[in-house]
């Protein structure tokens, strides 16, 4: 049992960061019907971006830990979210009337050229974060490990979400995003600004994708060019979970999905992990085949 | 609309036939360059093992400078033809195609094991030698082909010092894990099996998944077993984050890898802390080519790219081009000669990782294989 | 999309479109004659480089093949799959297992890897064929990696592991071994036109139809009593088993199959080019297998940078022909103006036979 309860520790902290990459997939695609496979790379780039300022500029041994990791963070999310927005108006806003496959082709497309540019520019071999950003502690409670820096990233995660739910539910922006998700046309009568909606939905979008790939930066210590395929297939698919299109269900989707893995890992076998979470994913989606929490968006016949 | 879009494609098909002709055609091509020797490199400078390619390629042609420098082979100059395989068998079959073509008298290449046995065929069809850098597993040189050789060893010689350099440090109870790739699986195998014809068996066997970062539960499940010494057959990222990980539940349990561990970007991943303990066995790393060649050349390059080759492997690719051009400046630019002087003149050559020699089968004699540790300051250090 | 046109119009039209065809069929049949006859005219050049380009020519005829089959499912049904590498797994795996365990020759293993990968379809798309779009896409990509998955695990001992399976023999036809890049040019390219005719042949018929009245309007088709179940899940199965073929001939092509071959990565390739060359048009299909191919390998040039490159052209290249380079026409239904007049095809209509 005592095993048990380490293994959702675990759990939690890799789905909290399935579940912000989640968030990207999920914003866009409630907004605009698109899946934006260029995703998961911008995830990437976010860790590259902190590679630059934590470890190429050393920004924590110049500014300590917390106010260095402060600032990146903010500087990470400046710049995936700039990024997200030229991928917008370069690869998918000439592709908004167009078949919506069109667009799944484009953004296949531009997520290669964009892996391969982080490949250019930093190489292609693995970089290390510095190890020693924060100090290994590890806290015992009853009898269990759980290291800070797991509590970091989890509520790190947790608060990001929690600030993107308010925003999304109580704020006037919040309820035009809302409101283009459910019918663009009728919210475009009704004086939203959809184009505006859209160009949010990709600030937001990366900024949280990019967000989570400096916080993988810094607990793991390790980066590399591809790293964005293995995430960004693991969020989508736990924005599927969840209910694509919604921002509750990417949440939970992504928490579960660390959760499956984790347990998949412990008690059945750590070589079909993967599979495993697959499996559930199919199993989920016969059963509820919009997800668990679908997005409330009547089927365009 | 219809007509309009045929003249495309038909355009397009050509435009892309004539091209792959022209630039594939040794008629166009070396017609500026007449005398020139071709070797050919055949490596992942794409895809998800682009570093271990990009190296290869950086200390190919560092090695080739220095012989065109020095006036070429007999008078001419080598030129290094680079095909990308992509780090897949179906990428390198188009690769070796297109090398063989280009008119490549021998080639250096690949990293991974099913990559180099997807074109074994197509080189020894052609008659073409090739000499493989990073491709441990057995069966590649068990074929009979009489035009492959390696310079790096193979799964079952490491499996070999890898069973025995832990059953030499008193280990009694080990815990296997490998990545599920080819190489990772192989080496845990042959250490599983060497184990257990020494009355040693292992309380833990199971696969992680390479690329993944979080290998906490692995370690708890491990842990649970009480092994006296982790062995991971796998690569170095992972093997960094299990380091990091093991320390952070802190438990202090040995750790020893392969030689896919040789990397200094481990211990930076991992921290010194954690990193410090760690064993592995691998040929000779760089700091330990000791050899005034080997001092030489690492001078070299760390001035060109301001950085040492990241992995050994990059070494041993330099070592396949090395032995290629002693092959040719005794007996000529000719493939099949070239592999005859491989196989039975080639003597004790002085290479960057120490002296090479091929035995029948194409793999390279001798003991390479070292045991390090990683120090308290970060460094591979070597034990006897 | 398909409204009639005016009778008097249409029939003017048409014979104007109809003395273009001729031509244009003539430079079509000349354009696959010079296509065939290219080995020969390598050898006759003397060219050094006819083995590379062969080899190239043969892998795109391959994956044109995959696409022509993968096109049935996503450009013909509208279903969208992302998993196709998956059947193409087994159909390779299969053969290689029949004929290294069994000592089958190649093309005896043919159709049981076709019927292997058909049955594998049916077992895995039942219970999810009722998903709609992006759902269905995220479960074949995960059927997909589970396939990899268990390649990789050796699952049943049936796959040796992450080394795959290897030493897998070349096919014989008619006593005639097929060995060298031009035997596989013809053997590839021959089933290439094969299975064009067959799945032009397919397109026209009462199950072609039923499929284009499915991706246009899945919940008309339904209402007008077509068995949309049904007609999906045969998609799907016909598509898997031309995939599973494909992998006999990429196993003994091969020799040796290993589990990176069967990636989410390639399932993405054939998905770009049905969607790149004109989803549901076989001519634009086997383009795109030209280009996205073809361009990985005229960009070798740039070296490191080369799938940079490649990804910008995708890009660019959708965003230039959002449709698809070379879409299908929109099919036109001519009015049966004089009633007494038939049209080649209308019988059919007339036809109430419910078999497919």
């Given at each position: 049992?005592?095993?048990?309860v380490?293994?959702?520790?675990?759990?939690?902290t890799?789905?909290?960061?399935?579940?912000?990459?989640?968030?990207?997939?999920?914003m866009?695609?409630?907004?605009?019907?698109?899946?934006?496979f260029?995703?998961?790379?911008?995830f990437?780039?976010?860790?590259?971006?902190?590679?630059?300022?934590?470890?190429?500029?050393n920004?924590?041994?110049?500014?300590?830990?917390?106010?260095?990791?402060?600032?990146?963070?903010?500087?990470?999310?400046?710049?995936?979210?700039?990024?997200?927005?030229?991928?917008?108006?370069?690869?998918?806003?000439?592709?908004r009337?167009?078949?919506?496959?069109?667009?799944?082709?484009?953004?296949?497309?531009a997520?290669?050229?964009?892996?391969?540019?982080?490949?250019?520019?930093?190489g292609?071999?693995?970089?290390?974060?510095?190890?020693?950003?924060?100090?290994?502690?590890?806290?015992?409670?009853?009898?269990?490990?759980?290291?800070?820096?797991?509590?970091?990233?989890?509520?790190?995660?947790?608060?990001?979400?929690?600030?993107?739910?308010?925003?999304?539910?109580?704020?006037?922006?919040?309820?035009?995003?809302?409101?283009?998700?459910?019918?663009?046309?009728?919210?475009?009568?009704?004086?939203?600004?959809?184009?505006?909606?859209?160009?949010?939905?990709?600030?937001?979008?990366p900024a949280?994708?990019?967000?989570?790939?400096?916080?993988?930066?810094?607990?793991?210590?390790?980066?590399?060019?591809?790293m964005?395929?293995?995430?960004?297939?693991?969020?989508?698919?736990?924005?599927?979970?969840?209910?694509?299109?919604?921002?509750?269900?990417?949440m939970?989707?992504?928490?579960?999905?660390?959760?499956l893995?984790?347990?998949?890992?412990?008690?059945?076998?750590?070589?079909?992990?993967?599979?495993?979470?697959?499996?559930?994913?199919i199993?989920?989606?016969?059963?509820?085949?919009?997800?668990?929490?679908?997005?409330?968006?009547?089927?365009?016949l | 609309?219809?007509?309009?879009?045929?003249?495309?494609?038909?355009?397009?098909?050509?435009?892309?036939?004539?091209?792959?002709?022209?630039?594939?055609?040794?008629?166009?091509?070396?017609?500026?360059?007449?005398?020139?020797?071709?070797?050919?490199?055949?490596?992942?400078?794409?895809?998800?093992?682009?570093?271990?390619?990009?190296?290869?390629?950086?200390?190919?042609?560092?090695?080739?400078?220095?012989?065109?420098?020095?006036?070429?082979?007999?008078?001419?100059?080598?030129?290094?033809?680079?095909?990308?395989d992509?780090?897949?068998?179906?990428?390198a079959?188009?690769?070796?195609?297109?090398?063989?073509?280009?008119?490549?008298?021998?080639?250096?290449?690949?990293?991974?094991?099913?990559?180099?046995?997807?074109?074994?065929?197509?080189?020894?069809?052609?008659?073409?030698?090739?000499?493989?850098?990073?491709?441990?597993?057995?069966?590649?040189?068990?074929?009979?082909?009489?035009?492959?050789?390696?310079?790096?060893?193979?799964?079952?010689?490491?499996?070999?010092?890898?069973?025995?350099?832990?059953?030499?440090?008193?280990?009694?109870?080990?815990?296997?894990?490998?990545?599920?790739?080819?190489?990772?699986?192989?080496?845990a195998?042959?250490?599983?099996?060497?184990?257990?014809?020494?009355?040693?068996?292992?309380?833990?066997?199971?696969?992680?998944?390479?690329?993944?970062?979080?290998?906490?539960?692995?370690?708890?499940?491990?842990?649970?077993?009480?092994?006296?010494?982790?062995?991971?057959?796998?690569?170095?990222?992972?093997?960094a984050?299990?380091?990091?990980?093991?320390?952070?539940?802190?438990?202090?349990?040995?750790?020893?890898?392969?030689?896919?561990?040789?990397?200094?970007?481990?211990?930076?991943?991992?921290?010194?802390?954690?990193?410090?303990?760690?064993?592995?066995?691998?040929?000779?790393?760089?700091?330990d080519?000791?050899?005034?060649?080997?001092v030489?050349?690492?001078?070299?390059?760390?001035?060109?790219?301001?950085?040492?080759?990241?992995?050994?492997?990059?070494?041993?690719?330099?070592?396949?081009?090395?032995?290629?051009?002693?092959?040719?400046?005794?007996?000529?630019?000719?493939s099949t000669?070239?592999?005859?002087?491989?196989?039975?003149?080639?003597?004790?050559?002085?290479?960057?990782s120490?002296?090479?020699?091929?035995?029948?089968?194409?793999?390279?004699?001798?003991?390479?294989?070292?045991?390090?540790q990683?120090?308290?300051?970060?460094?591979?250090?070597?034990?006897? | 999309?398909?409204?009639a046109?005016?009778?008097?119009?249409?029939?003017?039209?048409?014979?104007?479109?109809?003395?273009?065809?001729?031509?244009?069929r003539f430079?079509?049949?000349?354009?696959?004659?010079?296509?065939?006859?290219?080995?020969?005219?390598?050898?006759?050049?003397?060219?050094?480089?006819?083995?590379?380009?062969?080899?190239?020519?043969?892998?795109?005829?391959?994956?044109?093949?995959?696409?022509?089959?993968?096109?049935?499912?996503?450009?013909?049904?509208?279903?969208?799959?992302?998993?196709?590498?998956?059947?193409?797994?087994?159909?390779?795996?299969?053969?290689?297992?029949?004929?290294?365990?069994?000592?089958?020759s190649?093309?005896?293993?043919?159709p049981?890897?076709?019927?292997?990968?058909?049955?594998?379809?049916?077992?895995?798309?039942?219970?999810?064929?009722?998903?709609?779009?992006?759902?269905?896409?995220?479960?074949?990509?995960?059927?997909?990696?589970?396939?990899?998955?268990?390649l990789?695990?050796?699952?049943?001992?049936w796959?040796?592991?992450?080394?795959?399976?290897?030493?897998?023999?070349?096919?014989?036809?008619?006593?005639?071994?097929?060995?060298?890049?031009?035997?596989?040019?013809?053997?590839?390219?021959?089933?290439?036109?094969?299975?064009?005719?067959?799945?032009?042949?397919?397109?026209?018929?009462?199950?072609?139809?039923?499929?284009?009245?499915?991706?246009?309007?899945?919940?008309?088709?339904?209402?007008?009593?077509?068995n949309?179940?049904a007609?999906?899940?045969?998609?799907?199965?016909?598509?898997?088993?031309?995939?599973?073929?494909?992998?006999?001939?990429?196993?003994?092509?091969?020799?040796?199959?290993?589990?990176?071959?069967?990636?989410?990565?390639?399932?993405?390739?054939?998905?770009?080019?049905?969607i790149?060359?004109?989803?549901?048009?076989?001519?634009?299909?086997?383009?795109?297998?030209?280009?996205?191919?073809?361009?990985p390998?005229?960009?070798?040039?740039?070296?490191?940078t080369r799938?940079?490159?490649?990804?910008?052209?995708?890009?660019?290249?959708?965003?230039?022909?959002?449709?698809?380079?070379?879409?299908?026409?929109?099919?036109?239904?001519?009015?049966?103006?004089?009633?007494?007049?038939?049209?080649?095809?209308?019988e059919?209509?007339?036809d109430?036979?419910?078999?497919?």
């Amino acid at each position: 049992m005592a095993h048990f309860v380490e293994q959702i520790i675990f759990g939690l902290t890799v789905g909290s960061v399935y579940a912000l990459i989640a968030l990207g997939y999920t914003m866009v695609y409630g907004v605009m019907k698109l899946i934006n496979f260029a995703h998961g790379e911008l995830f990437a780039l976010g860790a590259f971006v902190g590679y630059i300022f934590l470890v190429t500029l050393n920004w924590g041994g110049l500014l300590g830990p917390a106010l260095a990791i402060g600032c990146v963070a903010i500087i990470v999310c400046v710049a995936t979210a700039l990024a997200g927005h030229a991928l917008e108006r370069v690869a998918y806003r000439p592709l908004r009337h167009s078949d919506r496959l069109a667009a799944v082709v484009s953004a296949l497309g531009a997520s290669i050229f964009l892996q391969n540019v982080i490949m250019v520019v930093w190489g292609a071999q693995y970089r290390a974060f510095n190890a020693s950003l924060l100090p290994t502690i590890v806290w015992r409670v009853a009898g269990q490990s759980v290291p800070l820096i797991r509590v970091f990233v989890f509520l790190t995660a947790v608060v990001t979400m929690a600030g993107l739910y308010l925003f999304i539910n109580r704020t006037r922006f919040g309820l035009a995003i809302r409101a283009a998700a459910i019918d663009q046309g009728a919210a475009k009568l009704m004086g939203v600004d959809v184009r505006k909606v859209i160009a949010v939905v990709f600030l937001i979008g990366p900024a949280l994708g990019g967000l989570a790939g400096l916080l993988v930066g810094i607990y793991y210590g390790q980066i590399n060019f591809n790293m964005g395929q293995m995430y960004g297939l693991k969020a989508f698919t736990a924005a599927v979970i969840g209910g694509i299109g919604n921002i509750g269900g990417a949440m939970i989707g992504g928490l579960l999905l660390g959760l499956l893995e984790t347990l998949g890992d412990a008690y059945i076998s750590g070589a079909w992990k993967d599979a495993l979470a697959f499996v559930a994913l199919i199993l989920i989606l016969v059963f509820r085949p919009t997800g668990i929490l679908p997005e409330r968006v009547a089927e365009k016949l | 609309m219809g007509k309009f879009f045929f003249q495309v494609t038909f355009l397009a098909m050509a435009v892309l036939v004539a091209s792959a002709i022209s630039m594939t055609s040794p008629s166009i091509t070396s017609s500026w360059a007449a005398s020139t020797i071709k070797v050919g490199v055949m490596g992942p400078t794409t895809g998800s093992w682009a570093s271990e390619g990009q190296d290869m390629v950086k200390v190919i042609e560092i090695l080739a400078d220095q012989i065109n420098a020095k006036g070429g082979l007999r008078g001419d100059k080598v030129e290094v033809v680079v095909g990308d395989d992509g780090g897949t068998p179906k990428s390198a079959t188009l690769a070796a195609q297109r090398l063989l073509t280009l008119g490549v008298v021998a080639v250096v290449g690949t990293y991974g094991s099913s990559v180099t046995e997807a074109t074994q065929d197509i080189y020894d069809e052609a008659g073409v030698p090739q000499i493989a850098t990073g491709s441990t597993s057995i069966r590649l040189s068990e074929k009979g082909l009489k035009k492959f050789f390696r310079t790096c060893p193979r799964d079952d010689e490491q499996g070999r010092v890898l069973a025995g350099k832990v059953k030499e440090l008193g280990f009694s109870r080990p815990a296997i894990v490998h990545d599920n790739t080819s190489y990772a699986k192989g080496l845990a195998d042959e250490a599983r099996a060497i184990f257990k014809s020494q009355g040693i068996s292992e309380v833990y066997y199971d696969a992680i998944n390479p690329g993944d970062r979080d290998f906490a539960v692995a370690l708890s499940k491990i842990q649970a077993q009480n092994p006296d010494i982790i062995v991971f057959t796998g690569y170095y990222p992972e093997a960094a984050m299990i380091l990091r990980q093991k320390r952070e539940k802190g438990w202090n349990v040995p750790v020893i890898g392969g030689d896919a561990t040789n990397n200094r970007t481990l211990v930076e991943i991992a921290g010194r802390a954690a990193a410090a303990g760690y064993y592995f066995v691998s040929p000779p790393s760089l700091g330990d080519m000791k050899t005034p060649e080997a001092v030489e050349f690492l001078k070299v390059y760390q001035a060109k790219h301001n950085s040492l080759p990241s992995s050994v492997w990059a070494v041993l690719a330099g070592d396949a081009f090395q032995v290629i051009a002693e092959a040719i400046g005794n007996v000529g630019a000719d493939s099949t000669k070239i592999a005859t002087y491989l196989h039975n003149d080639l003597k004790d050559f002085k290479g960057l990782s120490g002296s090479i020699s091929f035995d029948e089968k194409g793999d390279r004699i001798g003991e390479v294989y070292r045991l390090y540790q990683v120090d308290e300051q970060g460094d591979f250090s070597l034990r006897e | 999309m398909s409204l009639a046109r005016h009778p008097l119009a249409q029939s003017q039209k048409s014979q104007r479109l109809d003395h273009q065809r001729h031509d244009f069929r003539f430079l079509q049949i000349a354009g696959v004659g010079l296509f065939l006859a290219l080995p020969f005219i390598f050898a006759s050049l003397g060219l050094t480089s006819a083995p590379y380009i062969l080899d190239l020519l043969s892998m795109i005829g391959l994956y044109a093949l995959l696409a022509l089959s993968l096109n049935v499912i996503l450009g013909m049904a509208g279903l969208f799959h992302m998993g196709h590498a998956a059947f193409f797994a087994v159909g390779a795996y299969v053969t290689a297992n029949l004929n290294l365990t069994y000592g089958w020759s190649i093309m005896a293993t043919l159709p049981v890897a076709a019927v292997a990968s058909g049955f594998m379809a049916l077992l895995v798309a039942f219970p999810v064929i009722h998903l709609r779009g992006d759902y269905l896409l995220i479960v074949t990509i995960g059927i997909v990696e589970i396939v990899k998955i268990a390649l990789t695990n050796d699952i049943f001992g049936w796959t040796g592991g992450p080394n795959g399976l290897i030493g897998v023999s070349r096919p014989v036809i008619f006593g005639y071994r097929v060995v060298k890049p031009h035997d596989f040019f013809y053997l590839i390219w021959l089933m290439v036109g094969i299975s064009t005719l067959l799945f032009h042949w397919l397109e026209n018929s009462r199950f072609g139809r039923a499929l284009k009245y499915i991706k246009e309007d899945t919940v008309a088709a339904e209402g007008m009593g077509v068995n949309t179940t049904a007609y999906k899940l045969m998609a799907f199965v016909i598509g898997a088993a031309w995939a599973g073929m494909a992998g006999t001939i990429f196993a003994s092509k091969m020799r040796a199959i290993s589990p990176e071959s069967f990636t989410f990565g390639e399932s993405v390739i054939m998905f770009t080019i049905v969607i790149l060359g004109g989803s549901g048009h076989q001519k634009g299909v086997i383009l795109g297998a030209f280009l996205v191919m073809g361009l990985p390998e005229l960009f070798r040039q740039f070296q490191d940078t080369r799938l940079l490159v490649y990804g910008a052209a995708l890009v660019a290249m959708m965003i230039f022909r959002p449709q698809g380079l070379w879409p299908p026409k929109p099919r036109l239904y001519r009015l049966p103006a004089p009633y007494d007049q038939k049209y080649p095809g209308e019988e059919k209509l007339k036809d109430g036979d419910r078999s497919c």
